[in-house]
């Protein structure tokens, strides 16, 4: 790249920059939308009187070393790789290229917003093996909250609630969410956010499908809470009136597997014992999760359709417990795994082709993989571990969502041809230019949003479409 050429970078992601209070601090968020055009003939016109400013940084160092807002602090990442999109593609494309990251060949439905955003991810990246698990936790949770929308962060309380929804717009839907504290499957505490949407013209905690989703995240097992996919299940709140329950189970690898598996299930059966709360009923509770949540969801909802007892008996005292619990739950309505975790054994053609240089990577999933099961009651191929292992023929109707540029992507493929084979009722929906993990991405991304959006909204169709037809059966 040439000297002006990088100049011309320089300049704009520094104005990029300014405009979202990252490099200077005389905007504040109320008015960045309203300073959220460029002007290239202005910033060109800057780049000689600038040249010795612009030159104090590099433009690696403008992407990785911003100073954070004043307001709004923990958002920033936001900002900074929501703002990212407003520049022009040959800039993004400049900036992709000299970052070293994807180029538009190689990943022919990534735009140069995505790429770049994997591009920087690829230089703040470093080792897992390397990183302390607490520590990684800790940047995982600053990372993902730091990208969410501030918006979702706006709890709406029942006090003030009615004054709300008089000066709201028609059609939004004020939500609101609560941390309870519940018994996980050893009798310790386990703490489970609960997700209300309320409506001007039905009052309360209205709920029309009487359906509730029970949310479990991603992070290998090892990573994540409910504030890490805190924005995901809001918007699922928020689009399909349904509460949403999101369960912050024990990870390894303090608590190696099954323990995971076992607390989810807990919580699955609080949530059947107190679903009126909620509005709904028993036998409309759906199960989701991404990645490793995704792999729990697929788990659950096969035990809780054909419990292997002698799986369970394998974990003694404790797992013919779980299996006697089992036997007494409703049967989930329906499930969506998001890009889940489903063969922990087979190589699949994904593997080699997405194993590097993205979100996921082989080195990832090896440290994960050792966290869950090096000190596991039970062994690696064990149907507890690995949900393709196990019996899948009686399990609730499935929308699978894979992502394409995924590690993980053909063993969500092989999951649904094997429900299929089953005949049980599938959907899969495959998010073209899409990373692991890409729900992260949702308000940072344009694409990447409008995607999520559509995803939710399928679920939501795929859902109402098996409960009218399991009203017309019962008719």
Not at 47 to 70: C, D, F, G, Q
Not at 366 to 391: E, K, T, W, Y
Request: aromatic content about 8%; hydrophobic content about 40%.
């Amino acid at each position: 790249m040439s000297n002006s050429a990088v100049l011309s970078i320089n300049t704009l992601l520094n104005k990029a920059l300014m405009m979202m209070n990252l490099t200077s601090t005389h905007l504040t968020p109320k008015n960045l939308a309203s300073s959220a055009q460029v002007d290239t003939d202005t910033v060109d016109k800057d780049i000689n009187t600038n040249s010795a400013e612009e030159k104090r940084l590099s433009v690696t160092e403008k992407m990785l070393n911003y100073s954070p807002m004043i307001n709004y602090q923990s958002h920033t990442l936001h900002y900074a790789m929501k703002g990212l999109g407003c520049l022009p593609t040959p800039v993004l494309e400049s900036l992709v290229s000299y970052l070293k990251g994807p180029s538009s060949k190689q990943y022919l439905h990534a735009d140069a917003h995505l790429r770049l955003i994997l591009a920087v991810n690829g230089k703040l990246k470093t080792p897992l093996e390397l990183t302390p698990m607490n520590e990684l936790r800790n940047r995982f949770a600053a990372d993902a909250v730091a990208m969410q929308s501030p918006k979702v962060w706006q709890q709406v309380s029942i006090n003030t609630l009615s004054s709300l929804m008089r000066c709201a717009k028609k059609g939004d839907t004020p939500i609101s969410w609560e941390d309870k504290i519940i018994a996980n499957a050893d009798d310790g505490d386990m703490t489970v956010r609960c997700y209300q949407a309320s409506k001007r013209s039905y009052g309360i905690n209205h709920n029309p499908d009487k359906t509730v989703m029970l949310f479990l995240h991603g992070g290998g097992f090892c990573i994540g809470d409910v504030d890490t996919h805190h924005e995901f299940c809001h918007a699922v709140c928020e689009q399909t009136g349904w509460p949403v329950v999101s369960v912050d189970y024990r990870l390894a690898p303090e608590y190696p597997a099954p323990t995971a598996l076992r607390d989810c299930i807990t919580a699955y059966a609080w949530l059947a014992e107190h679903c009126h709360l909620f509005g709904a009923l028993p036998s409309r509770i759906v199960l989701a999760g991404d990645s490793a949540g995704g792999g729990l969801s697929t788990l659950i909802a096969q035990q809780l359709a054909t419990p292997t007892e002698d799986a369970w008996l394998d974990l003694g005292m404790d797992g013919q417990d779980m299996f006697h619990l089992l036997e007494r739950l409703p049967s989930p309505l329906a499930q969506m795994p998001l890009y889940p975790v489903t063969d922990i054994e087979t190589d699949y053609p994904s593997w080699e082709l997405y194993g590097e240089g993205l979100l996921l990577d082989h080195a990832d999933v090896a440290v994960f993989d050792a966290a869950c099961f090096d000190h596991s009651p039970l062994p690696r191929q064990h149907i507890l571990n690995s949900p393709m292992l196990g019996n899948n023929s009686q399990i609730c109707p499935t929308y699978i969502v894979a992502a394409e540029l995924d590690v993980l992507r053909d063993e969500a493929f092989a999951y649904a041809k094997q429900l299929k084979a089953h005949g049980v009722p599938v959907e899969t929906y495959t998010v073209l230019g899409a990373p692991h993990g890409f729900i992260h991405f949702m308000s940072i991304h344009q694409g990447i949003g409008q995607e999520t959006g559509t995803i939710i909204e399928g679920f939501a169709s795929f859902v109402r479409d098996v409960i009218n037809t399991q009203l017309q059966l019962a008719a």
